[in-house]
């Protein structure tokens, strides 16, 4: 009996080793996972400050120069139309900041992604857009599986995406988007696709801040950005990202 209760004590303590091994293992990677989302938290924000920084100063200096421009023009008894023409200008750039402060404020919130998977994230994104009723429809497609990647990197995609929808719900005047991610263990791929208005690529405004967050977002996850769009006939933009360097940072 004796040498039975000594061989189940030993059997014992070698599980509770066992359990403990694995729990300071679980410990360890739940550290580990904190880490990088604080990591990827921290670079967002810095990014937001940044580019907050570039449009809305650059905004608003837009918008004093306006004032001081229609202010000589009084002072000069210049033609009322064009003193008009000027104020009705300046109206749409002091519009046009006021939204693009609004959209840096809400992506200041907590991260969409607390709690949620990419896919589960950009399922609650899709289903607020098409909650506003002159929005358009959109679908989601997923191709290679919902597998888990880099937090870091399930963020960016997330904000590409939704700077996708912005730029379409502010520029495409579209019915239909489609977006479809896919992920191979080489490659993760995020294409979104409208039927809308469309426009010339070689005829985009400088500083267009859309399409400069886009690249931003994009060379920080080390990405590629294609753009293919004509008047017409909608835009497709496809963002392709490498995994192998996103895995080594895990």
Do not use: C
């Amino acid at each position: 009996a004796e040498s039975n209760w000594w061989r189940s004590s030993n059997e014992s303590l070698h599980l509770l080793h066992t359990v403990g091994d694995l729990l300071s293992i679980a410990i360890e990677r739940a550290y580990l996972f904190g880490q990088s989302t604080q990591l990827g938290v921290i670079e967002e924000r810095n990014r937001l400050a940044r580019e907050i920084h570039d449009t809305l100063a650059q905004s608003l200096t837009g918008i004093a120069l306006r004032l001081e421009t229609i202010d000589a023009m009084l002072e000069a008894g210049a033609d009322p139309n064009q003193v008009r023409d000027a104020v009705q200008q300046g109206l749409r750039l002091t519009q046009s900041t006021l939204e693009e402060a609004r959209r840096s404020v809400l992506d200041l919130r907590a991260a969409p992604l607390a709690g949620r998977n990419l896919v589960e994230a950009l399922m609650l994104l899709i289903s607020e857009y098409e909650r506003q009723s002159d929005q358009p429809q959109i679908t989601l497609n997923v191709v290679g599986g919902n597998r888990p990647l880099p937090v870091r990197l399930e963020m960016g995609l997330y904000r590409i995406a939704q700077e996708g929808l912005n730029n379409i719900a502010q520029h495409a005047g579209a019915a239909q988007v489609e977006i479809e991610l896919a992920i191979t263990p080489e490659q993760v791929r995020l294409t979104i696709e409208d039927d809308g208005r469309g426009f010339d690529p070689t005829d985009v405004p400088t500083g267009h801040f859309g399409l400069i967050g886009l690249n931003e977002r994009i060379k920080l996850l080390g990405g590629r950005l294609i753009l293919e769009s004509s008047p017409g006939a909608g835009v497709r933009i496809e963002v392709t990202i490498p995994l192998q360097e996103q895995e080594r940072d895990r």
